[in-house]
């Protein structure tokens, strides 16, 4: 990863979801390939985010992808008019009745819907969107697809430091390692513990996201990131070519730390002509 690169940091992400946890090992691990001629039609939720953002714009450049269908309570800001690209606005997030065509034609759902506790009102709200939203979506995804096959895969975008077991201790973003990490088990739990036949889920664990596409604070970034700190953060576009790598290719590992995301991201870009 180029940290010499031009990059903005989302400062209030530095220390939130993902902060100072752990050093992490670069994954080797071999991915799945589940198709010969990989065609993929992705359903993206946060598309309107910076991550979700992102995911849309990597995803058009790749030719595997042939659909792209972003569900939002908003028109996305910068839509381009690629015929790829359908937006459906869906405004209750904790039912999905009315998705149950497009989760039986799709193959993937990257979720990069959500944020850090302390971007929401109340734990109450922040519960809803992370937890509710992304478990009855998972569910409604198991109810209409039954057994079909090949596997659909949940992409699901998660934060450096989710705590599965809601136990560890945590100078930074407790609240929020806590409350990924509930969500990621009861994910866990509606595919069987990944042993479904026909549902695949994949968290990715991102460390604080930067934005290489914008000028802002790149030059503080480039003298001021130290070879300590560069396990902790991530490039957007990588997060995109990770879960857009994972979409498409599977993974035998259902678990991505910020290393592993680094190297899948990486292998998806390259693969499409974007690094
Ligand atoms: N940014 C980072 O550095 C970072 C690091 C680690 C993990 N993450 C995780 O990655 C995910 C995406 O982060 P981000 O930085 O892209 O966040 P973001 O820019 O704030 O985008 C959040 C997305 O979630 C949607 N959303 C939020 N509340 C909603 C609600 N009540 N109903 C429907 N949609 C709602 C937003 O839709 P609207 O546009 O309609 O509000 C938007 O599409 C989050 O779960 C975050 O915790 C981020």
Not at 115 to 135: C, L, M, N
């Amino acid at each position: 990863m180029d940290f010499t690169a031009p990059a903005e940091v989302r400062f209030h992400h530095f220390f939130g979801t993902q902060g100072l946890v752990i050093a992490l090992g670069r994954c080797s691990e071999p991915t799945e390939t589940r198709y010969d001629d990989i065609m993929v039609k992705l359903i993206v939720f946060g598309a309107t985010g910076f991550a979700g953002g992102e995911v849309i714009r990597v995803a058009l450049k790749s030719p595997e992808v042939t659909q792209v269908t972003a569900v939002a309570r908003r028109s996305l800001e910068n839509a381009t008019n690629d015929p790829r690209l359908k937006v459906l606005i869906h405004n209750n997030f904790e039912d999905y009745n009315t998705l149950s065509e497009e989760f039986r034609t799709h193959d993937a759902v990257i979720w990069a819907l959500g944020g850090k506790v302390s971007d929401f009102p109340s734990i109450e709200e922040a519960t809803k969107v992370t937890h509710t939203y992304a478990t009855r979506a998972l569910e409604s995804i198991k109810e209409a697809r039954g057994g079909s096959t090949p596997p659909f895969h949940f992409c699901y975008l998660s934060g450096m430091g989710a705590d599965r077991t809601e136990s560890q201790h945590f100078f930074f973003e407790k609240a929020s390692r806590y409350l990924k990490g509930r969500t990621e088990k009861d994910l866990l739990t509606i595919v069987d513990g990944n042993t479904h036949p026909s549902l695949r889920l994949i968290m990715h664990r991102p460390g604080g996201i930067l934005d290489t596409t914008s000028e802002g604070m790149r030059s503080r970034l480039r003298h001021g990131l130290s070879r300590v700190m560069r396990p902790y953060f991530i490039e957007n576009k990588l997060v995109a070519g990770s879960l857009l790598h994972t979409a498409t290719h599977g993974s035998q590992k259902d678990t991505l730390e910020n290393a592993d995301m680094i190297e899948r991201g990486g292998l998806f870009l390259s693969s499409i002509g974007l690094q």
